[in-house]
């Protein structure tokens, strides 16, 4: 069964300083999605990063995946309230023996920005 | 363009009565896939449809179930609604199955199902 953690869960931190959200997923996968996602909407699709050693930036959030450690990060820099939120990493594996692709998400990371 | 649409945006059903919901792709696209989100917790997959097949599902019970139309809209059905049933249901389409192509699913705005 694959899992996907996210780590940390919880985060507060002020603005203007950096951090990193990591995600590690249990298979194989060369796909990985970052989403962010404000209280009570929808996903809202940030990243898709589709190969070992893809790197995507937009504005203060930086994306990368390892495929072989089976890592990915989201770097923020310098924060800015703007960005609390939860955001989510997700790989996509095929189900019931390979008819489909669903998305298999992690638990998200709560991130909150101080002034 | 018009973005993957829901319906309805809430919903509240007693315990053991049945609920469907609503969805409707981006124009063009013709898989659906339909996610449960619990209070604090990651979208979890329950069914992919392509092209008005069921592709597969994840890890629910046959209280849940959908169906694809013609025009690619889809439905999600639940029966004998629990209270551990309340959750966000999103809908995602995409042109083609991820790994035939497509390069990522779009999410609807969701429907808010409250069971009481």
């Known amino acids: 069964e694959l899992k996907v953690e996210q780590n940390p869960l919880f985060l507060s931190m002020q603005e203007g300083k950096n951090y990193t959200i990591y995600c590690n997923y249990s298979?194989?996968?060369?796909?990985l999605y970052w989403y962010r996602q404000d209280p009570g909407k929808s996903l809202e699709s940030l990243f898709v990063?589709?190969?070992?050693?893809a790197v995507k930036q937009e504005g203060r959030l930086m994306a990368s995946l390892d495929t072989k450690a089976r890592l990915s990060t989201l770097h923020i820099t310098a924060a800015v309230h703007d960005l609390s939120a939860t955001y989510f990493c997700?790989?996509?594996?095929?189900?019931?023996?390979?008819?489909?692709?669903?998305?298999?998400f992690g638990k998200g990371t709560h991130l909150i920005i101080q002034p | 363009d018009a973005g993957v649409t829901q319906s309805p945006t809430h919903l509240i059903k007693t315990r053991g009565q049945h609920v469907t919901l609503r969805c409707s792709p981006i124009?063009?696209?013709?898989?659906v896939s339909w996610y449960q989100q619990v209070l604090g917790q990651g979208p979890q997959f329950i069914f992919q449809y392509y092209e008005k097949e069921e592709r597969g599902r994840g890890n629910f019970p046959d209280r849940f179930s959908a169906r694809q139309f013609p025009n690619y809209s889809s439905e999600l059905n639940v029966n004998a609604l629990l209270l551990g049933d309340s959750a966000l249901y999103l809908c995602?389409?995409?042109?083609?199955?991820?790994?035939?192509?497509?390069?990522?699913?779009?999410f609807g705005p969701g429907t808010r199902l409250t069971v009481t």
């Open positions: 298979t194989t996968s060369d796909r």
């Open positions: 124009s063009g696209h013709k898989s």
């Open positions: 995602a389409s995409s042109l083609t199955l991820l790994r035939q192509g497509a390069y990522e699913q779009y």
């Open positions: 997700a790989v996509d594996i095929m189900y019931s023996g390979g008819g489909a692709d669903g998305l298999t």
């Open positions: 990063l589709l190969s070992n050693g």
